[in-house]
């Protein structure tokens, strides 16, 4: 016993210098460990900050009948870049000029997806235009031929010839009403219907039963009126799948399935009508929209097909952004140089200045006119017809201005806060055409403190198409009538939301011809 006690004891003495030889390895170990664990471990998120949210609505009861202003006042309290929750849906509001850089350009392919709409898809054959679209190959070849066949500098300006045209019968009707109030806001919309519909469908489409199809039965005024209404609606069931039965029970569904069976039948008669007509060989001048889809269609241009349904999406493209945003900015222009009357004459002046007295202004006279072109950037700061740009949607996690935005985030850029930003623009709510005659900003996305059209790969194709018809509408009404409101009346600039903010109320006014 005693003798196997001895041994014990040294078997325990000799152990001890084994053990603490293997101490240092052990702690190592211990912490390689701790380190591996802490570094495998996810970093901690960084979002936006955001406004406190309701339980299942989120933030939506936040946006007030306005949201771009609602959206502005939230941005002034939570910074330039915030992540409210429409329902469950995480969506980023950019407010500021360096917050839209970094969406539309540092990361603009990232950012370059359009999330699912229900309505537009019904409205838009399953999103087979450029506008709502998702980001991809698709999506790729049908804005090429956009760019390069319908909105080419070189197509934009062998229009030039109805663009007058339309414009002098505007000036005409106006003419003819004598002393009589003129409802300026209706007669701007014609214009911009009537050089759509020329350019797109090769003729006018009248209020009345021309025209064939669906749209011919009610009007295609009337058609287009309420296809710009519905694009223009907040549908909930986007944000939360599981409130879908709303528009179902309350009919917003229906009338977008009626509406696009109506529109489908107008078009298709478009469409035939084209593929009837008999072209002479060679002839160039006189295609419109739909003859040139045509054409890329039967010579297979793009790597892809394109379809029938392909052509008709792209032509209501053209309808929703090309008539009701390039009217809606005409009449802010129109609407801003009443309330500044030293703005207006100065316009004038200018204008009168470079066009003969007794004739039409041309398009050749307008690189002339610098002061025209600062009172259409004017309007567009302070009046961008869609305040908030159309929708995009984040593909992968990214970072913006320090902060974690998750895959699958919807974005939406205010470009009217933007417009109204006093860290880009001295006195920004002033109307100050001035500010852009020595100034190097344009509206052509390179400039992110002005945005009107959006930039970068989603950016609006039809720039130089809207401005032309603008620039030359403004330049004849300006020069041919002294405008003045009815006796009695005020000037309303009350607005109405939708995919474009119009004014609530039309501009009527009192035209008197100019006599030099």
């Known amino acids: 016993m005693h003798t196997g006690y001895i041994g014990t004891r ?24 701790k380190w591996l664990s802490i570094t495998a471990r996810p970093p901690r998120k960084n979002p936006p900050p955001s406004p406190r949210k309701l339980p299942l609505i989120g933030n939506l009861h936040q946006m007030g009948p306005f949201p771009h202003r609602s959206l502005h006042s939230l941005s002034q309290v939570h910074g330039p870049l915030m992540l409210l929750h429409f329902a469950a849906a995480p969506v980023l509001i950019a407010s500021s000029s360096s917050a839209a850089r970094d969406i539309m350009k540092t990361h603009d392919l990232i950012f370059s997806n359009r999330p699912k709409s229900t309505i537009f898809e019904k409205l838009m054959y399953g999103a087979k235009d450029v506008a709502f679209s998702p980001y991809g190959e698709y999506w790729r070849q049908m804005k090429s031929i956009c760019v390069v066949q319908l909105l080419s500098n070189k197509r934009v300006q062998s229009f030039r010839d109805v663009r007058e045209e ?19 806001s209706e007669l701007i919309e014609e214009l911009t219907g009537d050089v759509v519909c020329r350019v797109a469908l090769g003729r006018k489409y009248g ?12 009007g295609f005024k009337d058609v287009l009126g309420e296809l710009v209404e519905l694009l223009g609606f907040f549908d909930i069931g986007d944000f939360a799948p599981w409130l879908k039965w709303v528009n179902r029970v309350n009919g917003v569904y229906g009338r977008a399935e009626r509406l696009a ?47 029938r349904d392909s052509i008709k999406a792209i032509i209501l493209d053209v309808f929703s952004a090309g008539t009701h945003t390039t009217s809606t900015a005409l ?20 204008v009168r200045l470079i066009a003969q007295p007794n004739h039409p202004v041309i398009e050749d006279d307008l690189d ?104 030359l509408a403004v330049a004849n009404l300006v020069h041919k009538f002294d405008f003045a409101l009815p006796a009695g009346v005020e000037l309303d600039v009350s607005e109405v939301a939708g995919i474009a903010v119009h004014k609530k109320f039309p501009l009527l006014l009192v035209a008197t011809p100019w006599s030099c």
Not at 283 to 297: I, M, N, P, Y
């Open 261 to 307: 069976k109506e529109l489908d039948e107008f078009l298709e008669g478009v469409v035939e009508e084209h593929e009837g007509r008999e072209r002479k060989v060679g002839e160039e001048g006189g295609h419109d929209f739909v003859d040139v889809l045509l054409e890329v269609q039967r010579e297979n241009v793009a790597e892809m097909p394109i379809h």
């Open 207 to 218: 209020s009345g039963g021309e025209g064939g199809g669906g749209g011919g039965r009610r």
């Open 368 to 471: 002339q006119m610098p002061y025209l072109k600062a009172v259409i950037k004017e309007t567009l700061r302070l009046h961008p017809p869609g305040p908030l740009i159309v929708p995009r949607e984040s593909t992968k996690d990214v970072q913006v201005m320090g902060y974690d935005i998750a895959a699958g985030t919807r974005v939406l850029i205010n470009a009217w806060a933007i417009g109204h930003d006093p860290t880009s623009w001295d006195e920004p709510e002033e109307f100050r055409p001035e500010r852009f005659l020595n100034c190097p900003v344009d509206f052509k996305g390179q400039d992110f403190e002005l945005i009107p059209f959006g930039a970068g790969r989603r950016g609006c194709p039809g720039i130089q198409f809207a401005v032309a018809i603008d620039e």
């Open 10 to 33: 040294a078997m325990h003495f000799s152990l001890y210098p084994f053990i603490f030889s293997l101490l240092p390895s052990f702690l190592f170990l211990v912490f390689l460990l």
């Open 331 to 350: 009449e802010w222009v129109m609407t801003e140089l009443l309330k500044h009357p030293q703005a207006m004459k100065k316009l004038q002046a200018e």
């Open 166 to 184: 339309e414009t002098s019968l505007m000036i005409e009707k106006i003419s003819n009403s004598g002393s009589d109030v003129v409802n300026l």
